[in-house]
DNA sequence: CGTGCTTTTGAATAGTATCAAGGCCGGTGG
DNA sequence: CCACCGGCCTTGATACTATTCAAAAGCACG
């Protein structure tokens, strides 16, 4: 875990949060910001462990993930360059998250107190973040929606227009294009609520289909539209709206 | 739905966030304001309609619910006294959720142009509204991670002591106390991603256990502890945290 | 005292989870 | 280089939970 600092301005995460502020201020989160590097399958902070500040992922891919009954985990939330994690336990004690690279990252660390004098000091700033925070909790609650009335087969093919969503495809000029991530069955499963052994199943009669085709841990979207379809366009909720604008500073 | 404004200051909601505001604030509001009375089982604001602000619950019972698949109703959140509704559309064109009322209810309207002021002014008030946030984030995922690993009777008894949470019971003296709301068992099915069938049988079992006693729709609570043991206190999720202390102003 | 809506209860069915066994693959050590 | 080992993946059989459909009973209201 090697701490390697750059100044935020040179940055090349620009749909990072952070770079919505003001010069100064950037400057400010320079001095005090440190710079993890991570390789794959290592924690970035762990669930019930004290909230000392966020993470801004540079550049790498993270899951986000929580333990239920009989230590089953669930996982929460899939994140990339330029994403902000920890923020659910802005606020709170201790992290209700657990976050773990799915490959090798480098994270930024911001602290509390430098968080908290930056809200203060910008309204804007606080605005954007508390604006984000409403988007989060939306798609938090679609999501709660539409799990408990899809089928798991829905679920599992949302999870993975999701995955590609958040990491995109590692070659996008090849056809068929591949998920740009490597995730378990047990991951996958996680991430739909529900069983390793469901997702298998689903994931073979979906190649039968000719709608994905799997070689190991890799997948490839053969028809994007008609997974779509299945999910009756439901799963737009999952997409990440981190990408998208916010009101702009 | 006749239109009777009071000063906030003289209101008896203190758990509200708008009293966390200064004085010359609380004017500001309270020239901008306005109060709707409502019947029970009216609509307060509706799913899809343009976001034109926030509310705050003054005094009454309120739940917010969203359709889903099939036009399938599920209730997302019950508010009471005090509360903020409309909140998961502020920053959004459109509400994901409508609210109607469970009893007759008194609520303030505050518009988005004097809400933006506020958040522009009064960087405390900010930080605290986006804190709320991050607890109903929290609360939301914490909510979905439960829901997808507990049974469909485990749900149900959540749903009920979130209900007397939320609206407490309407005798305090009298023993079995009451939970001081009327739910349908379709409304109970929704707050519990099940089916009325489902809680109507749910239901029956726990009288016959001693737990609870039903007249209509209105539910005793008989042994609490017992009920909290049969959810492996997981329930506690459902908690309502506005009542809890938030960073003070 | 009907009439219509909600609730209760039962029976059949569908969808998933669980359990178990075998196969595949990658890594390791002989 | 190959054989072996362990973990993950696949597939099948089974059990169980919850939904659906249907019918009867209860209740509220005019």
Same mark, same amino acid.
């Given at each position: 875990?090697?701490?390697?600092?750059?100044?935020?301005e040179?940055?090349?995460?620009?749909?990072?949060?952070?770079?919505?502020?003001?010069?100064?201020?950037?400057?400010?989160?320079?001095?005090?910001?440190?710079?993890?590097?991570?390789?794959r399958?290592?924690?970035?902070?762990?669930?019930?462990?004290?909230v000392?500040g966020?993470?801004?992922?540079?550049?790498?891919?993270?899951k986000?993930?929580?333990?239920?009954?009989?230590?089953?985990?669930?996982i929460?939330?899939?994140?990339?360059?330029?994403h902000?994690?920890?923020?659910?336990?802005?606020g709170?004690?201790?992290?209700?998250?657990?976050?773990?690279?799915?490959?090798?990252?480098?994270?930024?660390?911001?602290?509390?107190?430098?968080?908290?004098?930056?809200?203060?000091?910008?309204?804007?700033?606080?605005y954007?973040m508390?604006?984000?925070?409403?988007?989060?909790?939306?798609?938090?609650?679609?999501?709660?929606?539409?799990?408990?009335?899809?089928?798991?087969?829905?679920?599992?093919?949302?999870?993975l227009?999701?995955?590609?969503?958040?990491f995109?495809?590692?070659? =996008?000029?090849?056809?068929?294009? =591949?998920?740009?991530?490597?995730?378990?069955?047990?991951e996958?499963?996680?991430?739909?609520?529900?069983?390793?052994?469901?997702?298998?199943?689903?994931?073979?009669?979906?190649?039968?289909?000719?709608?994905?085709?799997?070689?190991?841990?890799s997948?490839?979207i053969?028809?994007?539209?008609?997974?779509?379809?299945?999910?009756?366009?439901?799963?737009?909720?999952?997409?990440?709206?981190?990408?998208?604008?916010?009101?702009?500073?």
């Open positions: 875990m090697n701490i390697i600092n750059a100044p935020c040179t940055c090349e995460s620009k749909n990072c949060f952070i770079q919505k502020l003001s010069h100064e201020q950037l400057s400010c989160v320079d001095s005090q910001k440190q710079t993890f590097s991570f390789f399958n290592q924690n970035i902070f762990w669930e019930n462990a004290a000392n966020v993470y801004f992922i540079k550049t790498g891919k993270v986000v993930f929580s333990m239920g009954i009989n230590d089953r985990e669930k929460v939330r899939l994140a990339s360059d330029g902000i994690i920890g923020h659910r336990g802005y709170a004690e201790k992290y209700p998250v657990s976050a773990a690279t799915l490959d090798k990252s480098l994270v930024c660390f911001i602290d509390n107190a430098t968080l908290h004098e930056l809200f203060m000091n910008n309204p804007v700033f606080s954007a508390m604006m984000f925070y409403s988007q989060e909790l939306r798609k938090s609650e679609q999501r709660a929606k539409y799990n408990s009335q899809m089928s798991s087969r829905e679920r599992i093919i949302s999870a227009l999701y995955a590609k969503e958040t995109g495809y590692s070659d =996008t000029e090849a056809f068929p294009p =591949t998920i740009n991530v490597h995730l378990s069955r047990a996958i499963a996680s991430l739909s609520d529900t069983t390793k052994e469901e997702v298998s199943r689903s994931l073979t009669v979906l190649e039968r289909d000719n709608l994905i085709m799997k070689t190991g841990r997948i490839q053969l028809n994007e539209k008609q997974l779509l379809h299945l999910i009756k366009d439901y799963g737009i909720y999952m997409v990440d709206e981190e990408k998208k604008q916010l009101n702009p500073l």
